[in-house]
């Protein structure tokens, strides 16, 4: 089936790390665009971090110098290694395609 299917998040205290994984398929997975976006209860859905064919990145204000994305394309893989976490980074994580596919979601909490 395809799809897109994230993992790695969890709870973890302020100022600490954790790496998410978004994996594809050959149908899902997309060399020309990838994304995270991220959603916190009450908010709309945000951009977090974007990463393009030729491997040029692009960041959300509130993300940049903390975050930073990467993919493996061989593993149609897409990740996202966040730094210096804070409690306002608590959301659900997303990975999105260039075609509209979203994956189902992992949950990111951050405690003060």
């Known amino acids: 089936q395809a799809q897109l299917a994230e993992s790695g998040g969890g709870l973890v205290q302020a100022g600490g790390s954790l790496r998410l994984t978004c994996v594809g398929s050959?149908?899902?997975?997309?060399?020309?665009?990838m994304a995270w976006y991220r959603q916190a209860p009450g908010k709309e859905r945000e951009f977090v971090a974007g990463i393009v064919g030729g491997g040029d990145t692009k960041y959300g204000d509130s993300v940049k110098g903390r975050f930073t994305i990467s993919r493996d394309i061989r593993a149609n893989t897409v990740y996202l290694q966040m730094t210096s976490l804070k409690p306002e980074d608590t959301a659900m994580y997303y990975c999105?395609?260039?075609?509209?596919?979203w994956g189902q979601g992992t949950q990111v909490t951050v405690s003060s």
């Open positions: 999105k395609n260039d075609r509209g596919s």
């Open positions: 050959t149908l899902t997975f997309s060399v020309r665009a």
